[in-house]
């Protein structure tokens, strides 16, 4: 069987057709769907290049097919280009075979309704949260209230329709956007086919699988003081990341004295303006913008200096650059937002979008060497869970209920 997958993603379409991506959604990510379908159908917005960067990877070929749809970058652009966008989406329809959005996604938003219209089961991967991306300070745009209740109103109405769920949180996306009926967490119980049938099949798995190269052997030893060393890892193509936060709470420290440095990985057009900001707060000397810097074993390079791992999101899912840190054995700390507070403990968390708040945490555990070895220890034995053998299992089991809930539904068709 095939199934026909849409999400938000952006990918690089080469002169001869083969589709690229960095390494968190190349080749790689989309074989774990073929440990259960017969071929995978990505319909994801195309970019077309001349050159591809070198230390992308290619992600189309055998039994991974890819259906462009025009690129387009924010709501006035999807807005201005949405006829042939909606054209693309909606010949990507499926005929048969099983379908999954990864959402939330307007990519989806559009598939969804063609789906639900002719009654065709289809399974959702929630990713993310509208309501935390259209949250004040996160985007600046006008209708920036409407698209939050719009969005946040279509997940939830995504979600009681599908036939089965699959979050990567395991309780705050659930919270938000429920599944119809019951939910069941297929690593914890086994249930027959049968006691499933009129039911959405819901769990939670992650899209994040360490690998034993992911994971520290020890954890290093906290400073007993200064120069102490933070990084953060995130796009910088919006101010989801709350980068600007980190800056500012940076300021605040230095004229407390304390003595840092930090390291910003991640590119996108708001890194001029940051910069600027480092530059007007008198930081510029103190943080490294390391720009785009390639997973795997470069990133982890970059992690492993850090005294501390600062991520002041406005916004997230589950953060894989969170528990890349934590599996390297290092303190952290973030805002409370989507799925951060199922990673760290509270006296982690502070509010996003303030700087004084997450400058005042920054000092209490720099500060304090024993609680930044606690913190390091619980983070490593934490980011274990999130091992490929504990993952497997639970997903292959959802993507067999859609499977099997597709093909009932083809048999009754044809009945």
């Given at each position: 069987?095939?199934?026909?997958?849409?999400?938000?993603?952006?990918y690089?379409?080469a002169?001869d057709?083969s589709?690229?991506?960095?390494?968190g959604?190349?080749?790689?990510?989309?074989?774990?769907?073929?440990?259960?379908?017969?071929?995978?159908?990505?319909?994801?917005?195309?970019?077309?290049?001349?050159?591809?960067?070198?230390?992308?990877?290619?992600?189309?070929g055998?039994?991974?097919?890819?259906?462009?749809?025009?690129?387009?970058?924010?709501?006035?652009q999807?807005?201005?280009?949405?006829p042939a966008i909606?054209?693309?989406?909606?010949?990507?329809?499926?005929?048969?075979?099983?379908v999954?959005?990864?959402?939330?996604s307007q990519?989806?938003?559009?598939?969804?309704?063609?789906?639900?219209?002719?009654?065709?089961?289809?399974a959702?991967?929630v990713?993310g949260?509208?309501?935390?991306?259209?949250?004040?300070?996160v985007v600046?745009?006008?209708l920036?209230?409407?698209f939050r209740?719009?969005?946040?109103?279509?997940?939830?109405?995504?979600?009681?329709?599908?036939s089965?769920?699959?979050?990567?949180?395991?309780?705050?996306?659930?919270?938000?956007?429920?599944?119809?009926?019951?939910s069941?967490s297929?690593?914890?119980v086994?249930?027959?086919?049968?006691?499933l049938?009129?039911?959405?099949?819901?769990?939670?798995?992650?899209?994040?699988?360490?690998?034993?190269?992911?994971?520290?052997e020890?954890?290093?030893?906290?400073?007993?003081?200064?120069?102490y060393?933070?990084?953060?890892?995130?796009?910088?193509a919006?101010?989801?990341?709350?980068t600007?936060?980190?800056?500012?709470?940076?300021?605040?420290?230095v004229?407390?004295?304390l003595?840092?440095?930090?390291?910003?990985?991640?590119?996108?057009?708001?890194?001029?303006?940051?910069?600027a900001?480092?530059?007007?707060?008198?930081?510029a000397?103190?943080?490294?913008?390391?720009?785009?810097?390639?997973?795997?074993?470069?990133v982890?390079r970059?992690?492993?200096?850090?005294?501390?791992?600062?991520?002041?999101?406005?916004?997230?899912?589950?953060?894989?650059?969170?528990?890349?840190?934590?599996?390297?054995g290092?303190p952290c700390?973030?805002?409370?937002?989507?799925?951060?507070?199922e990673l760290?403990?509270a006296?982690?968390?502070?509010?996003?979008?303030d700087p004084?708040?997450?400058?005042?945490?920054?000092?209490?555990v720099?500060k304090?060497?024993?609680?930044?070895?606690?913190?390091?220890?619980r983070?490593?034995?934490?980011?274990?869970?999130?091992g490929?053998?504990?993952?497997?299992?639970?997903r292959?089991r959802f993507?067999?209920?859609?499977?099997?809930?597709?093909?009932?539904?083809?048999?009754?068709?044809?009945?």
């Amino acid at each position: 069987m095939e199934v026909t997958i849409a999400l938000e993603a952006r990918y690089a379409v080469a002169p001869d057709g083969s589709v690229w991506s960095q390494a968190g959604m190349a080749r790689g990510f989309w074989e774990r769907y073929l440990e259960v379908f017969d071929t995978v159908r990505i319909v994801a917005r195309g970019t077309p290049v001349e050159r591809v960067p070198e230390d992308w990877l290619v992600v189309n070929g055998k039994n991974i097919l890819f259906h462009r749809v025009p690129d387009f970058h924010g709501p006035w652009q999807c807005l201005k280009r949405y006829p042939a966008i909606r054209a693309a989406v909606r010949a990507a329809t499926p005929a048969h075979g099983a379908v999954i959005l990864r959402v939330g996604s307007q990519i989806a938003n559009i598939l969804e309704p063609q789906l639900h219209e002719r009654k065709y089961p289809y399974a959702l991967e929630v990713i993310g949260d509208p309501s935390e991306v259209f949250a004040p300070g996160v985007v600046d745009h006008p209708l920036r209230p409407f698209f939050r209740w719009h969005f946040s109103r279509h997940l939830r109405r995504q979600c009681l329709r599908a036939s089965g769920v699959a979050y990567v949180t395991k309780r705050t996306l659930q919270e938000r956007y429920p599944a119809q009926f019951v939910s069941v967490s297929i690593s914890d119980v086994d249930l027959p086919e049968e006691a499933l049938l009129g039911r959405a099949f819901s769990t939670h798995y992650s899209s994040i699988e360490l690998e034993s190269a992911h994971m520290a052997e020890c954890i290093r030893n906290p400073k007993m003081h200064g120069p102490y060393r933070l990084v953060t890892v995130g796009s910088l193509a919006q101010r989801y990341k709350g980068t600007d936060v980190l800056i500012e709470a940076m300021a605040r420290c230095v004229r407390a004295g304390l003595d840092l440095t930090a390291a910003i990985v991640g590119e996108g057009k708001y890194r001029p303006d940051l910069i600027a900001h480092s530059e007007r707060l008198g930081m510029a000397s103190r943080i490294q913008f390391l720009g785009q810097v390639t997973a795997g074993e470069p990133v982890r390079r970059v992690l492993d200096t850090a005294d501390l791992f600062v991520l002041p999101s406005r916004t997230e899912g589950l953060p894989r650059a969170l528990i890349e840190a934590m599996a390297r054995g290092i303190p952290c700390i973030g805002s409370a937002v989507g799925g951060i507070p199922e990673l760290l403990d509270a006296s982690e968390l502070v509010p996003a979008g303030d700087p004084e708040k997450l400058a005042a945490k920054i000092q209490e555990v720099l500060k304090d060497p024993v609680r930044m070895e606690t913190m390091a220890r619980r983070n490593l034995t934490g980011a274990k869970e999130f091992g490929e053998s504990v993952l497997a299992e639970r997903r292959r089991r959802f993507y067999q209920h859609v499977r099997d809930s597709t093909q009932s539904w083809e048999a009754l068709q044809k009945a």
